[in-house]
């Protein structure tokens, strides 16, 4: 058997064993080819998931009925909690008024003998019309559309706004 002796090697320099550049090997390309493969059968499995879950919100609809204009006594000002609107009925007609404050959304409470919203959170007061009068809250009330259906029944929409003076007259 033949003995090299390295040692006597002029050209012979160990850190060029240490510093060549590495260089693609099976394995290597190997593992790229698994990782790339299961990449892709990642986005696929995600791209059928999302497929097959439908994209249905499931909050109530904004658009609701709300009783008859005489199941409100006038001049009351009565919540329906479930949907977070008072509804106000007045001499001129009615209006729903969305039951958040405008400030942070905390939700106010109508204060019968002093008639008036005060919410809790940081103090914020607005008339029964709406119109914020103290407090950090910048605007009033949001209004929400009212609308008489043809079975006589209030119709709500929490989704379409309207002006501080808009009055469904009944
Ligand atoms: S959330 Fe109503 S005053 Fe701040």
Same mark, same amino acid.
């Given at each position: 058997?033949?003995?090299?002796?390295?040692?006597?090697?002029?050209?012979?320099?160990?850190?060029?064993?240490?510093?060549?550049?590495?260089?693609?090997?099976?394995?290597?390309?190997?593992?790229?080819?698994?990782?790339? =493969?299961?990449?892709?059968?990642?986005?696929?499995?995600?791209?059928?998931?999302?497929?097959?879950?439908?994209?249905?919100?499931?909050?109530?609809?904004?658009?609701?009925?709300?009783?008859?204009?005489?199941?409100?006594?006038?001049?009351?000002?009565?919540l329906?909690?479930?949907?977070?609107?008072?509804?106000?009925?007045?001499?001129?007609? /009615?209006?729903?008024? /969305?039951?958040?404050?405008?400030?942070l959304?905390?939700?106010?409470?109508?204060?019968?003998?002093?008639? /008036?919203?005060?919410?809790?959170?940081?103090?914020?007061? =607005?008339?029964?019309?709406?119109?914020?009068?103290?407090?950090?809250?910048?605007?009033?009330?949001?209004?929400?559309? /009212?609308?008489?259906?043809?079975?006589?029944?209030?119709?709500?929409?929490?989704?379409?706004?309207?002006?501080?003076?808009?009055?469904?007259?009944?």
């Open positions: 058997m033949a003995h090299v002796d390295l040692s006597s090697d002029e050209n012979y320099e160990p850190e060029t064993l240490l510093t060549h550049p590495p260089t693609a090997t099976r394995r290597g390309l190997f593992w790229s080819a698994w990782l790339l =493969f299961w990449g892709l059968v990642s986005m696929w499995a995600f791209a059928t998931v999302r497929f097959l879950v439908p994209r249905v919100s499931y909050e109530p609809s904004s658009i609701f009925k709300a009783g008859r204009p005489e199941d409100y006594p006038m001049g009351a000002v009565t329906i909690s479930s949907r977070k609107v008072w509804i106000v009925r007045e001499k001129e007609g /009615i209006y729903a008024l /969305i039951a958040e404050c405008t400030h959304s905390c939700q106010p409470r109508w204060l019968e003998e002093q008639q /008036i919203f005060k919410c809790a959170c940081h103090g914020g007061q =607005f008339y029964k019309n709406g119109v914020n009068f103290a407090g950090p809250p910048p605007r009033p009330l949001d209004r929400a559309h /009212i609308s008489m259906g043809n079975d006589g029944r209030l119709i709500v929409d929490k989704g379409k706004k309207v002006g501080i003076d808009f009055i469904l007259q009944v």
